[in-house]
């Protein structure tokens, strides 16, 4: 099943300002956008925002989402060293009737 | 709070059988769609397969399709998933996750099928 793409890594520094992009077609990331899910090293992933660009409680708001088209996005500002991670974007594909996720991009924290 | 607690997983041969567990408390479970992912080491989320909350809805991906079946009993707040025919690419974490409003919101530990001889 074809999936969303995302860049494999993004490198930014210290407090500066990152942003991930996640694109797929109208039957899944631009029906509604994509969720973001972070994953540390050994551990599952966690989620950052809901499909329709939503924080769930307890994260912070230096994660944002948008969608512009097909191409969704997540906006991280004021970079931590805790931010160095891996992040996926996901979505429900209309089309397939299956969830599809991009293959992640690792965040380093310079 | 919610925690989602899978078991099962382990060591099994090409071409054997493992079914896969997964606990769910901290919520109503009955009211919501489930879904299994997998992570093979090294890589990326992979989605398996969905549940509708009553279960009448059930999708899976084509990389397991006709070999793998979810399930879920309401009754006893648990997910199933039966792994049969199993090949050394079905080799990965497994994990469960609650889903709302289409995302993955919450997700259990994981845990890891090896398929190997």
């Known amino acids: 099943q074809a999936g969303l793409t995302q860049p494999p890594s993004v490198s930014k520094g210290l407090r500066q300002t990152a942003t991930l992009t996640c694109t797929g077609n109208?039957?899944?990331?631009?029906?509604?956008?994509a969720a973001w899910l972070q994953q540390h090293q050994g551990h599952p992933p966690k989620l950052l925002s809901y499909?329709?660009?939503n924080r769930p409680s307890g994260i912070s708001e230096r994660f944002s989402a948008s969608r512009s088209g097909n191409t969704a996005s997540l906006t991280i500002t004021g970079l931590q060293p805790e931010d160095e991670a891996d992040y996926y974007c996901?979505?429900?594909?209309?089309?397939?009737?299956?969830?599809?996720f991009g293959g992640g991009t690792k965040l380093t924290v310079l | 709070e919610v925690q989602l607690v899978e078991s099962g997983g382990g060591l099994v041969q090409p071409g054997g059988s493992l079914r896969l567990s997964c606990a769910a408390s901290g919520f109503t479970f009955s009211s919501y769609e489930m879904n299994w992912v997998r992570q093979a080491p090294g890589k990326g989320l992979e989605w398996v397969s969905y549940?509708?909350?009553?279960?009448?809805?059930?999708y899976y991906a084509d990389s397991v399709k006709g070999r793998f079946t979810i399930s879920r009993d309401n009754a006893k707040n648990s997910l199933y998933l039966q792994m049969n025919s199993l090949r050394a690419e079905d080799t990965a974490v497994y994990y469960c996750?609650?889903?709302?409003?289409?995302?993955?919101?919450?997700w259990g530990q994981g845990t890891l099928v090896t398929v190997s001889s």
């Open positions: 499909r329709n660009n």
């Open positions: 109208s039957n899944n990331a631009g029906n509604q956008g």
């Open positions: 996901s979505a429900w594909d209309s089309s397939l009737s299956a969830q599809v």
């Open positions: 996750a609650r889903e709302r409003a289409d995302s993955p919101d919450y």
């Open positions: 549940i509708s909350s009553s279960g009448s809805t059930i």
